[in-house]
Every structure is written in C-alpha cells, then in structure tokens.
Nanobody, 114 residues
Framework: QVQLVESGGGLVRPGESLRLSCVVSGRTSTPYTMGWFRQAPGKEREFVVSMSGETVYYGKKGKGRFTMARDNAKNTLYLQMDSLNPEDTAVYYC?????????WGQGTQVTVSS
C-alpha cells in the first residue's frame, strides 16, 4: 500500500504562485505513475499532470503554468503552479497508480481570489 499526504495549499491572489507537496510513504519501491488531479466545486475531478519514470504528461489545464517534480531522496512530489487564476481554485489531489492499484491523498485546498 501507499500513503499520500498533500500540503501547501492556501489562499493566493491572481497571478501569484504556489507549490504543493505530496509525501509518499509505504511501498515506495514499486514504480507507480504519480500525478496530480484537481476538483473544483460542482465539477468532476480532472487530470493536471503525471510522471512515469522520467516522462511527464500534462493535461490541458496543467500545461504551460504548472510543473511537476519529484525528490526521490525525500519521497516527495511537488506541483509548482505559476500565474494562478480564479479558475484554478480547487482541491488538489496527489495520485499513485499501478494497475490495478490506485491511491489518493486527502487533498489540499487552493483558492485563488483577489
């Protein structure tokens, strides 16, 4: 099993940046595909970005302003978000996937408002 704990969310103004973290524990030796998703109020959860090995895949919402990184020594994933706008307001979730197993963190709230 894998446990995921996100942090770093908060309230920021439009145009500002934020970096989310996801600490991974448990069976970290298994090569999971790691990723970030988000869910805005009243909307379905959507894909932001994922990393499989050294390859990064960006969703439409993540490309250009969001950057995913990992620190294997700290078992931590990061999501750097720049030029945030109110449409980025959502709960952001960390995800680990290795079929048929999939794990989610509890989420961290990001609110972009002036």
């Amino acid at each position: 099993q894998v446990q995921l704990v996100e942090s770093g969310g908060g309230l920021v103004r439009p145009g500002e940046s934020l970096r989310l973290s996801c600490v991974v524990s448990g069976r970290t030796s298994t090569p999971y595909t790691m990723g970030w998703f988000r869910q805005a109020p009243g909307k379905e959860r959507e894909f932001v970005v994922s990393m499989s090995g050294e390859t990064v895949y960006y969703g439409k919402k993540g490309k250009g302003r969001f950057t995913m990184a990992r620190d294997n020594a700290k078992n931590t994933l990061y999501l750097q978000m720049d030029s945030l706008n109110p449409e980025d307001t959502a709960v952001y979730y960390c995800n680990a996937l290795k079929y048929p197993f999939e794990y989610w963190g509890q989420g961290t709230q990001v609110t972009v408002s002036s």
